[in-house]
Every structure is written in structure tokens, then in C-alpha cells.
């Protein structure tokens, strides 16, 4: 049986978690596919209950489950707090040893007047940001706080910038065959690693394209012309901020899903976005990027290639026909859960195209 951990942790992470699900149960019958779901706390809701973000608990579940959904964590309660819901993401991260993290971003012709750049600029727009997830500034070593002197460190080695430059080869190479390599090289000692590695990594994919963008120039780019670029890959940080970036292109944060791959271990599958405090409960969360990800879920870690095809092509045909949450029409908008219905609804309208 297919063991899948879901962990809905804070803010909108019930409501778009409970869509996700709710779409999965509507249709997985139709593909055959069986699963169990384990809902867990994670993040916020397991420091109110178990006094840690990520428990040990969840730990061991973790060592018998085939993946993991997650909505989002994080919450200000914490800004001042001892033990924040972000550590136990990075640990979960650290955990499963997830170096690969996909964010692809894709703009549909119909979609282009959401964006906010102007509709020449966004058409065409197909990209997919790999960010490295296990090294960087975000885990290196020594970091300190104190009132008078904080530091942190960024730190990459060979190993760790050789497997996620050429995982981003891999993917190009079955794209459009261009990887834009994002580095400060000009400043930083670990970026000028990350491009001198790239460049050798880039000799084993002679039919690929290597282009080298600092990130300054990069974040222009992305919103000067976005539609030049196919894989980008880049550190944990940059990756992070130029993710971001690269998500309103499509018109909302609410659109950018995510999945995170370890070389062996389960794979773990969420939204780009976080966890929207100031809108939690009010039924008005995009819960796009959250079914996306579970897509993304059943295509690569349950090879349900057809029911994934279904779900992703759904959601095109529904924004396509004018239906939005709020985020993308701030006037003439669907709450969460009718949005979630009217996907489940062209699910069951088209279905018979995809079941073989
Ligand atoms: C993301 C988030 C996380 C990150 C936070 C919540 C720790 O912003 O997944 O992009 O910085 O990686
Ligand atoms: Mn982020």
C-alpha cells in the first residue's frame, strides 16, 4: 500500500491540504490507486502540542512511508520564540537528505493577463527552478547570533554542487536543452565553486547549453525576459528568492508547486508559497499550488502519470474558463472549497479521456 504522510501544518495549511485531498479521493478510484494517508503536526501546531516543530515521532512514520505532502508552516506567533516551525522544515529537509528541489513555473496563453508584467513580456514563459536544498547559507557551519554580532555560512563542496548542477542537466536535457547556472562569482568564493563546477559538469551534456547569470542580473532577467530561460539552477538562497520571483510571473505564489528529491529516499512534495496567516480560515487560499504538488506526488513518486496529466490539465481548463480564487481577482473569485469542487467537477466531466 502506497503510505502517504500528510502534514497540513499552520495558517491555510488545513484548508489547501483538505482540497488536495479531497481531490484525490474524488478520482484515485478510477486509476486504481490505492493509498493510506497518515495526517501528522508539523511546524507550528506540533511546537503548541509537542513543544518541537518535528517530532521524533514523525520521524519513524517517516522511515515507512512512500512520501510526503506538506501545505505550509510558519506562523509570527514564533518571531521571538525559542524553537521557530521553519527549523523543523529545514530539519525534515536535512532528514531526507532532499538536495533537488523542482519549482517549475509555466504560463498559459489564457493565463497571461493575470501576470502582472506586461502579456508580451510573460508569453511563452516556461521554466523550472532547481534550487539546491541541503548545503548552503541556510545550513552552513559556524552560524551565531548575539545583539551586537550575527554571521552565517555559505558553504558548498564539490559532492553537493556536482549532483545538483548535473540533476539540472538531466532535466534540460529533456527540455529545451539551456541551464542558466545563478552565482554571485564575482564576490562569493562558494559561488565561484558553483561555476567552476558547473562548467565542468556541463562537458558530460555536450547537446546542453550552459549560460552563467549573476543573481543581481539574474533577478532582472527573470522579469525583463522571463521566457528566454529553460532550467535554472542555483544555491539554496538564491534559489529561494528567485523562486519567488519566478512565481508571480504566472500571477500568484498561490500557482508555484514544488517537489524535493533526496539520490535514494522518499520524496517530499509542497507548495512554494508559506502559510498566509492573515487569511487562514476564511476559505479564500488558493489551494492551486497544493494540489499541483500532490500531482507532482503521483507522477513521481507513484508513476500515476495519467491521473497526474488529468488533475494538471484540469486545473488549466477551470482557470481557463474564467474561475479564480481570490489572489488571481481580487473582485470576481471563488472561496477555496468551490474552487476545489468546480476542479472536481471538470475532473469527472474529462476523466474518460485519460483512463486507458
Ligand atoms: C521555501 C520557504 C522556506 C525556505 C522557509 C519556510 C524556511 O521559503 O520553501 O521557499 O526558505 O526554504
Ligand atoms: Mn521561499
Excluded at 132 to 145: K, N, Q, T
Excluded at 200 to 225: C, G, Q
Excluded at 252 to 268: C, V
Excluded at 310 to 325: F, K
Aim: with cysteine; hydrophobic share 35%.
Amino acid at each position: 500500500m502506497n503510505k502517504i504522510i500528510c502534514l497540513k501544518g499552520d495558517g491555510i495549511g488545513p484548508e489547501i491540504m483538505d482540497s488536495s485531498i479531497k481531490v484525490l479521493r474524488s478520482i484515485s478510484k478510477d486509476f486504481n490507486f490505492e493509498y493510506e494517508l497518515l495526517f501528522e503536526d508539523f511546524g507550528g501546531v506540533s511546537i503548541d502540542k509537542h513543544g518541537e516543530p518535528f517530532t521524533n515521532d514523525l520521524k519513524e512514520k517517516l522511515n515507512n512511508a512512500d512520501a510526503v505532502l506538506l501545505a505550509c508552516i510558519g506562523s509570527s506567533k514564533y518571531d521571538s520564540a525559542p524553537v521557530r516551525p521553519e527549523q523543523g522544515l529545514l530539519e525534515l529537509r536535512k532528514y531526507l537528505n532532499l538536495y533537488a528541489n523542482i519549482r517549475p513555473l509555466k504560463v498559459s496563453d489564457s493565463l497571461l493577463s493575470l501576470s502582472p508584467l506586461k502579456p508580451e513580456i510573460v508569453k511563452g514563459s516556461d521554466l523550472v527552478i532547481v534550487r539546491e536544498l541541503s548545503s548552503g547559507i541556510y545550513f552552513g557551519e559556524p552560524r551565531f547570533y548575539s545583539d551586537e554580532e550575527a554571521y552565517d555560512t555559505m558553504r558548498y563542496n564539490k559532492k553537493e554542487i556536482t549532483r545538483i548542477v548535473d540533476y539540472a542537466f538531466k532535466i534540460a536535457s529533456k527540455r529545451n536543452k539551456k541551464v542558466t547556472s545563478v552565482d554571485k562569482a564575482n564576490v562569493l568564493a562558494s559561488s565561484k565553486l558553483f561555476r567552476k563546477i558547473s562548467i565542468d559538469v556541463s562537458k558530460n551534456y555536450p547537446d546542453v547549453t550552459l549560460e552563467h547569470r549573476y543573481v543581481d542580473a539574474m533577478a532582472m532577467e527573470l522579469i525583463t525576459k522571463p521566457s528566454s530561460f529553460d532550467v535554472i539552477v542555483t544555491s539554496n538562497l538564491f534559489g529561494d528568492i528567485l523562486s519567488d520571483e519566478a512565481s508571480v510571473l504566472g500571477g500568484s505564489l498561490g500557482l508555484l508547486a514544488s517537489s524535493s528529491f533526496s539520490e535514494t529516499g522518499i520524496s517530499l512534495y509542497e507548495p512554494a508559497h508559506g502559510s498566509a496567516p492573515d487569511i487562514a480560515g476564511l476559505n479564500i487560499a488558493n489551494p492551486i499550488a497544493m494540489i499541483s504538488s500532490m500531482s507532482m506526488m503521483l507522477r513521481y513518486s507513484f508513476d500515476q502519470d495519467n491521473l497526474s496529466n488529468l488533475i494538471d490539465d484540469c486545473i488549466d481548463r477551470v482557470l481557463n474558463e474564467g474561475y479564480y480564487t481570490k489572489d488571481l481577482d481580487n473582485e470576481n473569485y471563488l472561496s477555496t472549497t468551490d474552487w476545489t469542487n468546480k476542479l472536481i467537477e471538470k475532473i469527472q466531466e474529462v476523466k474518460h479521456e485519460y483512463i486507458i
